[in-house]
């Protein structure tokens, strides 16, 4: 046998071995998944048609945990009963988001070796409008007021927020124009009045949109991680605060509700959720003793939604935004929501 030929059997006997052991290590982690599974007593979740459209009810969709064969699919229910039955649609998602009758689903797309991700576009009736290629794991995602902006955040390394080893690319694309801004690292970066470049190390994520134009979002860099704001016209980011996280822009414009890291917590919970108002700066606590690794979303003026870890996955929270009160169950066995109507 030659040397090429023993090679190429090396080669071909290595990749073999890997499949092996890629499917030996899914099956491993499907057994302890449904070994670890909740039995009975979730949410009813039953097929049926979902629209992304105003109606008259109003109406709270997100991606649905409950374990059978509609786990991961986007999902409804009234929002007058969060706890009551779930229509599902057949659209399953890893990140979730909607507004103005369009949604962004980021998917997973399953290979032999590896997966490969995609922010897929809906229209109303969650028909595929747009597909964009992901370079790394879904993060975050977010749908413009008016439905025209969707933004997306992945990591590229690293695989969480509590640790600096990690890299994220946010994307924005405008529906209107199909222009796509692949990344925001490439704006310009004014702070203190000066206007420069993005450092090397700059990350950006967690957009949440003031309108088609303007946004907000978290940059880190140096170690540190800051509120901006950008504008999508003049390819700039202006730094308006320090130590913000993932935030979300309430309806009136006035508010940003974040995850601030907490000194002296651990650093595998290391956030609590604030509010700030934009006018003043002034930073308020949120009766949340919890560590909340998520990017809220506002169901009315005054209110916020959140996951924490649940019994399949994931729950959701309400809480008030002004720091009164205390956090409530929303709903079981649901992640990434947004409000309809």
Known sequence: MTLRRKLLVLAAAVTVLAVLAVVAILHAVDRTDRKNRPQAGGPTVASGRVSLASTAERLLVFRNLAWGPHRDEVATVRAADPDGART???????????????????????????ENYRAVVLDAGLHERERY?????????????????????????????????????????????????????????????NAGHSAADANFWGVTFAD??????????????????????????TVLHTNVECPSLSPDGSTIVYKKRVPGLSADAPWRLYALDLASQRETPLAEQRSVDDQVVWSDAHTVVYALPGDYGADLYVLPADGSGGPRRLTSAAVAPAYLG
């Open 212 to 237: 088609d134009r303007a946004f907000y979002a978290t940059m880190a860099t140096g170690g540190h991680t800051y509120l901006v704001r950008g504008d999508l016209a003049d390819r700039t980011v």
């Open 133 to 193: 290629p992901l370079p790394g794991i879904p993060s975050r995602a977010r749908v413009s007021p008016s439905g025209a902006l969707v933004a997306w955040t992945v990591f590229v390394g690293g695989d969480s927020y509590a640790g600096t080893d990690f890299s994220t690319r946010t994307g924005i694309v405008d529906l209107r124009t199909g222009k796509l801004t692949p990344s925001l690292e490439d704006f310009r970066v004014i702070r203190d009045g």
């Open 88 to 114: 599902a649609s057949g659209v399953k998602c890893l990140r979730f988001h909607a507004s103005a009758g369009t949604g962004v689903c980021l998917q997973a797309e399953h290979g032999a070796l590896q």
